[in-house]
């Protein structure tokens, strides 16, 4: 059995709380390829995005954990550039996921009454000249220097509820549940220590600080709360006529 998890700060700080018989059956990869290798390892277990369980509804869910937001820390990042008149279009740079790609398309018509185009990019970044929605890693320090915004505030104040980004799911039932020890001995491991294993990730200072001060916004117990949020999440594509059916969580 492999533990893949997405190459982001949040899944980082879950992955140091593991014993290290488990690290050591740790796998990093794109955000947006570990369901995919799910599929073709069904006892293997990962940290997906959550919008990823429209597509695949038939995996199966930990109701122990997610990686959830509802305020400043995010792992996507709004930038606008200054002075402009209107919003015609956003790049996305980084791990793009579902979550970004879908919500991207709900939050701008719903809360500025706005349709942007967003277009995948890999130039170099020029804030001066466009509008960014970076995802992951790529942020570095962006959200200090450059003025980022929360893209999880937003989605948090549009549920009014967190907004559940990531959750471990498994294609083989008994793989998850099996499991479900270490994850609760991790999940309570790192609500301790976090700031231990923030440290050891020896980040820029200043994003260090930043995340520091402000993990008060960052989630890894998955509460009622959670899973109301999880469950209305997935439930805003098909009201904003984005698929044709709702999707029915298999929790485990």
């Given at each position: 059995m492999n533990i893949i998890i997405p190459q982001n700060i949040f899944s980082t700080?879950?992955?140091?709380a593991l014993p290290d018989g488990e690290k050591e059956k740790l796998t990093i990869m794109d955000s947006s390829l570990i369901v995919k290798e799910l599929e073709n390892n069904k006892d293997s277990i990962g940290i997906i995005p959550s919008l990823d369980l429209l597509r695949h509804p038939e995996i199966f869910v930990s109701q122990n954990f997610a990686i959830s937001f509802d305020?400043?820390?995010?792992?996507?990042?709004?930038?606008?550039?200054?002075d402009q008149n209107s919003l015609d279009k956003i790049l996305l740079r980084g791990d793009i996921t579902s979550n970004d790609l879908i919500l991207g398309k709900i939050l701008f018509p719903e809360q500025y009454g706005i349709e942007p185009e967003l277009l995948l990019d890999s130039k170099p970044i020029d804030f001066d000249s466009n509008n960014y929605?970076?995802?992951g890693i790529e942020n570095d320090t962006y959200p200090i220097v450059n003025n980022g915004i929360s893209f999880s505030d937003h989605i948090a104040e549009l549920l009014n509820l967190p907004y559940v980004n990531f959750v471990l799911a498994s294609y083989s039932e008994e793989s998850l549940q099996n499991f479900e020890e270490v994850i609760q001995n991790a999940v309570?491991?790192?609500?301790?220590n976090i700031q231990d294993y923030l440290?050891?990730?020896k980040l820029d200072t200043k994003l260090h600080d930043f995340i520091s001060n402000n993990l008060n916004s960052l989630y890894y117990d998955f509460t009622e709360n959670e899973r109301e949020?999880?469950?209305e999440l997935i439930k805003l594509p098909y009201y904003h006529g984005l698929i044709e059916e709702l999707v029915e969580i298999k929790f485990v």
């Open positions: 700080l879950f992955a140091l305020g400043v820390l995010s792992n996507s990042y709004l930038y606008f550039k200054q929605l970076m995802i309570e491991l790192l609500n301790e440290t050891k990730l949020a999880l469950e």
